[in-house]
């Protein structure tokens, strides 16, 4: 019997019992055991004794137990021990971690080949909150792979996801951030890919450091592009016990790559048993996962786990890695060849997400994300569908209906003194026409109407915004609009001329669509019932060219107000959050929309119609109805019409202004900002935090799940 099977049934270190192996690599072994003193169930993981000798591997485990203890995160497995216990006349090292349930997302991925784009952006999330946790610590973990992700069942109907095995990671100082401080980085990188001598030599270096350990260990060592250094897959095996044996392949170990052996001379300051997994020029990692800095032995920062993250989020959606083959095809790829269409393999997928996976398997480190979490958070915002949106604006307009409908009750106070004057005009033009008495009245209703527009969009938007962050920085407080209308008065004046233009577009916008209807309208109806009036029409060419010109002049102004709604629809909670006004948060609310424009497209459409209905509606009414029809009936169509229109009005003014505020916090969030970032610029005096809020404040969580919380209680 083996000494690793003699462990069963024994008390290693007087504190844990060995009940049974959960797996065996080919550098150790992990069992189930139980903490003497707590009776808790854990996994335990032991180097095999032969290797004890070789002081590299000792060392991994010490910097695992280092860098995971030095991580309290929810989505890092908790190491909780790390030692050296005597067995007989053999010493082993031994680590000690937290037993979870459930599987690594590689074992889903053999079965499930691709997943769908809630669950991989569920699961990057989680991941990426635990890299970016890794990261402010100075941490990078340098072997990111889907057997190194673990999903725990969280008995939800979900995963909590378990970032496992820091066994390769690049430690700094507690504290120090591991931001790169030049661009060495990349162009030593781009000097390298206009010549192979590098990569040449790196393959040569794996061949000699191959046989070398062959002899060393007289085992069967050869580079698998699925393991790392160390270990075969045994991390599968780390939490939970195996169901089945490895296959043939997980059997196989790897090497550790180096250029040369020489480098501790090259830096004194490492020490000598951790030379071999800290020097430049060392080639540490899982090769499928590896960036191409990583590749060719550059010093590596945080954007070289972005890499991994990238080359991950790839494999979840198609099923298969960007780059295949042998290690020495694995290298060249990853230095020089762009990864597959993912787009083609899964055309169901938004272009804004494979295009951030894309920046994600970028060559060059600095145009990937900036940071683990601003990739989470684009991912997440650049996946909504307007869909969604609806879903969680109808959410948080059903849970704070009475607050909402406060604010548009306040929104449409022009609006009903318009339709009172429209009822006016309506009784005067039936009882007293008055040529001069009709067209003011006309003109005043014209300009009510723009007034209104332009009110209501200031009161909409520029109160349910704040009181959209209202509901995220203090979720738990009775929801007031005083704070909102405070910032709205302290921004009034950069707001107005903003406010005045958008309006203008919308009060364009919703004359062309009427006028171009009824001239439609008409001209159909003209052909239908007059047989020969298309044949008068092309007798007269000044007519028809009289006719064309109208017809294009209308749908001109029609696209061109159309195309100024869309593009600056977010200009309110760019004036109002941002503080920025004029013809700037114009700019920038165009910007904004460029970067979720394909949402934004969907939910404007929607309100087009909206637009379109209510003003086909009103016309409609005017011309066939109120118009030809005796006071009375005139004046009660009237009356009822503008009621409705109304209700109508203030029932769904909240709605498009909660959409629109929505898609401003996800437009930010596609350029990778976290919320607590957009909210800095926004913190009203009037709103005080509660002292727990305060506390827990730096751990805040997504504005896209509390949203999507509100959105399910609905």
């Not at 000097?191 to 007289?218: G, M, P, R, Y």
Request: aromatic share 8%; hydrophobic share 45%.
């Amino acid at each position: 019997m083996s000494l690793l099977a003699e462990l069963v049934g024994q008390t290693l270190d007087n504190k844990y019992r060995i009940e049974k192996q959960l797996g065996q690599g080919g550098m150790g072994a992990v069992y189930l055991a139980t903490h003497i003193g707590t009776l808790r169930p854990v996994a335990l993981k032991v180097i095999t004794p032969q290797f004890m000798s070789h002081t590299e591997f000792v060392e991994r485990f010490r910097r695992e137990a280092e860098a995971a203890g030095r991580l309290r995160h929810p989505n890092v497995v908790n190491v909780t021990d790390f030692g050296f216990a005597e067995l007989g006349k053999s010493q082993l090292a031994y680590l000690v971690m937290e037993y979870l349930d459930g599987c690594n997302l590689g074992d889903v991925l053999k079965e499930e080949k691709n997943l769908p784009l809630a669950w991989v952006v569920d699961i990057l999330e989680q991941t990426c909150l635990a890299i970016e946790k890794a990261h402010t610590e100075g941490i990078i973990h340098r072997d990111l792979k889907p057997d190194n992700i673990w999903l725990e069942p969280n008995e939800r109907g979900g995963f909590t996801v378990k970032v496992l095995d820091f066994g390769l990671a690049k430690l700094a100082q507690p504290g120090t951030s591991s931001e790169p401080t030049n661009n060495k980085i990349s162009g030593n990188l781009t000097n390298k890919l206009k010549t192979q001598d590098t990569f040449q030599e790196a393959v040569t270096n794996v061949q000699i450091i191959q046989n070398s350990l062959d002899k060393e260990t007289k085992t069967a060592v050869q580079v698998n592009p699925q393991s790392n250094l160390v270990e075969k897959d045994e991390t599968k095996t780390a939490v939970q016990p195996s169901a089945s044996n490895s296959s043939p392949d997980e059997e196989k170990t790897a090497v550790q790559v180096a250029k040369a052996r020489t480098t501790q001379e090259q830096n004194p300051k490492e020490t000598k048993s951790t030379d071999k997994l800290t020097q430049a020029g060392a080639i540490l990692g899982t090769p499928i996962y590896m960036s191409p800095e990583q590749c060719v032995g550059e010093t590596l920062d945080k954007r070289s786990d972005i890499y991994s993250l990238g080359v991950i989020a790839y494999e979840m959606l198609t099923g298969e890695p960007p780059f295949k083959g042998n290690f020495n095809a694995l290298m060249m790829q990853h230095l020089s060849s762009p990864p597959p269409s993912l787009l083609d393999k899964r055309p169901d997928i938004p272009k804004a997400v494979a295009d951030l996976i894309n920046s994600a398997l970028s060559k060059q480190a600095p145009e990937r994300p900036v940071s683990a979490v601003a990739f989470a958070n684009a991912l997440r915002a650049r996946s909504e569908t307007a869909t969604s949106v609806m879903r969680q604006a109808f959410g948080l307009y059903a849970e704070h209906f009475s607050t909402f409908i406060q604010i548009s009750l306040i929104a449409s106070i022009p609006a009903i003194l318009v339709f009172v004057f429209s009822f006016i005009n309506t009784v005067l033009t039936k009882t007293a026409p008055n040529v001069l008495i009709n067209t003011l009245l006309t003109i005043f209703i014209l300009g009510g109407v723009i007034i209104n527009l332009m009110f209501t969009r200031a009161i909409s938007s520029g109160i349910s915004v704040p009181v959209l962050a209202q509901l995220i920085i203090a979720p738990l407080k009775e929801v007031s609009i005083r704070p909102a209308i405070e910032i709205l008065k302290k921004r009034l004046r950069i707001f107005l001329i903003p406010a005045l233009l958008y309006s203008l577009a919308e009060f364009f916008l919703a004359i062309s669509i009427s006028s171009t209807f009824f001239f439609t309208s008409n001209l159909v109806y003209q052909l239908i019932t007059e047989e020969n009036f298309l044949t008068e029409i092309l007798q007269q060419p000044n007519r028809l060219l009289r006719l064309t010109t109208i017809f294009l002049v209308m749908l001109t102004i029609l696209i061109t107000s159309g195309r100024t709604v869309f593009k600056y629809s977010l200009y309110a909670p760019v004036a109002i959050i941002e503080g920025i006004g004029g013809l700037a948060s114009l700019k920038h609310a165009k910007n904004l929309y460029l970067l979720s424009q394909r949402v934004t497209k969907k939910l404007m459409l929607l309100f087009l119609f909206y637009l379109s209905i209510i003003s086909i509606a009103s016309g409609s009414v005017n011309v066939f109805i109120i118009n030809p029809s005796p006071l009375p009936k005139a004046a009660i169509v009237s009356l009822l019409f503008n009621i409705s229109h109304i209700l109508i009005y203030i029932l769904i003014n909240p709605f498009v202004a909660i959409c629109l505020g929505l898609l401003y916090f996800k437009s930010r969030q596609i350029n990778g900002e976290s919320l607590k970032d957009i909210l800095a610029q926004y913190q009203p005096e009037t709103l005080s935090l509660s002292h727990w809020q305060t506390r827990i404040s730096k751990g805040q969580t997504s504005l896209l799940q509390s949203l999507r919380k509100s959105g399910r209680n609905a």
